[in-house]
């Protein structure tokens, strides 16, 4: 399974930017998906996650400016990011709990990483 984020690059405080996630590999089913970002001397946080059936969850700081949606078919997520700020500035990664034609377990699997920096 391999997870590729894009998206990502500069933009003024204020601006928007979509990231993307897609899923590929011989995957039989996906639980949760999210996004979770890391700045350099930080632990990894997590930033909004998504439930198979919908249900969503966010960090305090991004609630009413961020959306995390997915496209089960596409084995995709997305984070909608507005209103940005200088403080959002991280390397974003995305993840996603998968289950295989060979391991019908769910395992947790990463994606590359993408980086968002918001500056004038």
């Known amino acids: 399974v391999q997870l590729q984020a894009s998206g990502g690059g500069l933009v003024q405080p204020g601006g928007s930017l979509r990231l993307s996630c897609v899923a590929s590999?011989?995957?039989?089913?996906?639980?949760?998906m999210g996004w979770y970002r890391q700045v350099p001397g930080k632990q990894r946080e997590l930033v909004a996650r998504?439930?198979?059936?919908?249900?969503?969850n966010y960090v305090d700081s991004v609630k009413g400016r961020f959306t995390i949606s997915r496209d089960n078919a596409k084995n995709t997520v997305y984070l909608q990011m507005n209103s940005l700020k200088p403080e959002d500035t991280a390397v974003y990664y995305c993840?996603?709990?998968?289950?295989?034609?060979?391991?019908?377990?769910?395992?947790?699997?990463w994606g590359q990483g993408t980086l968002v920096t918001v500056s004038s």
């Open positions: 998504i439930i198979s059936v919908g249900t969503t």
């Open positions: 590999g011989s995957i039989f089913s996906i639980n949760a």
């Open positions: 993840n996603a709990d998968v289950s295989t034609y060979s391991n019908f377990a769910y395992k947790s699997y």
